[in-house]
Antibody, heavy 120, light 113 residues
Framework: EVQLVESGGGLVQPGGSLRLSCEPS????????MSWVRQAPGKGLEWVAT????????YYVDSVKGRFPISRDNAKNSLYLQMNSLRAEDTAVYYC?????????????WGRGTLVIVSS | DIVMTQSPDSLAVSLGERATINCKSS????????????LGWYQQKPGQPPKLLIN???TRESGVPDRFSGSGSGTDFTLTISSLQAEDVAVYYC?????????FGGGTKVEIQ
């Protein structure tokens, strides 16, 4: 089955860190750009970060630049989001999303998400 | 940044009737080199992740019912559900992917009247 499964979310204090993981299955992970998109409770979608298929280039929304490095390990079939210096406004469901093959900036497969709560 | 504005915020439509959702971008998302609009539409049902319905403004993804159609160019786009079904109750989002930061519209909630 073609799917993405996120893990690593949870409750963390402001200023803390968390590492999200995404495990793909059913497709050749190394062929695709991958992204993280988040959704605050009851709110809309916000793109967070994207990494090219070979990990050579990474892109971020300004609000997480320098705090949330995105990475991948194609040998281990895994995508990561290291979340540092967390703030209350980072509270959201974080989705792992696959970029469409022709053009990686829109997303043709999404995971079910992992919830991150930043609170003291 | 390209700001995406959707309207209405919500709409209630009778079963079998047409639903129309609008999306306006603050800058054109038409790429002149290939004449493609870098605009997608997603459906998010309650408790589920988003699902890509339409890309390049009007190309339906495989498996998406043909009652869903996308139209528009430049800065103004429309998602039409020609005959609303109960399973179409969801929030719909547009997304531009012409430039980073990638941005989404605020969403339009579609309900049954």
């Amino acid at each position: 089955e073609v799917q993405l499964v996120e893990s690593g979310g949870g409750l963390v204090q402001p200023g803390g860190s968390l590492r999200l993981s995404c495990e793909p299955s059913g497709f050749t992970f190394s062929n695709y750009w991958m992204s993280w998109v988040r959704q605050a409770p009851g709110k809309g979608l916000e793109w967070v970060a994207t990494i090219k298929s070979d990990g050579s280039d990474k892109y971020y929304v300004d609000s997480v630049k320098g705090r949330f490095p995105i990475s991948r390990d194609n040998a281990k079939n895994s995508l990561y989001l290291q979340m540092n210096s967390l703030r209350a406004e980072d509270t959201a469901v974080y989705y792992c999303a696959r970029g469409a093959l022709r053009h990686g900036w829109h997303f043709d497969l999404w995971g079910r998400g992992t919830l991150v709560i930043v609170s003291s | 940044d390209i700001v995406m504005t959707q309207s209405p915020d919500s709409l209630a439509v009778s079963l079998g009737e047409r639903a129309t959702i609008n999306c306006k971008s603050s800058q054109s998302v038409l790429y002149s080199s290939n004449n493609e609009n870098y605009l997608g539409w997603y459906q998010q049902k309650p408790g589920q992740p988003p699902k890509l319905l339409i890309n390049w403004a009007s190309t339906r993804e495989s498996g998406v019912p043909d009652r869903f159609s996308g139209s528009g160019s430049g800065t103004d786009f429309t998602l039409t559900i020609s005959s609303l079904q109960a399973e179409d109750v969801a929030v719909y989002y547009c997304q531009q992917y012409l430039s980073t930061p990638l941005t989404f519209g605020g969403g339009t909630k579609v309900e049954i009247q």
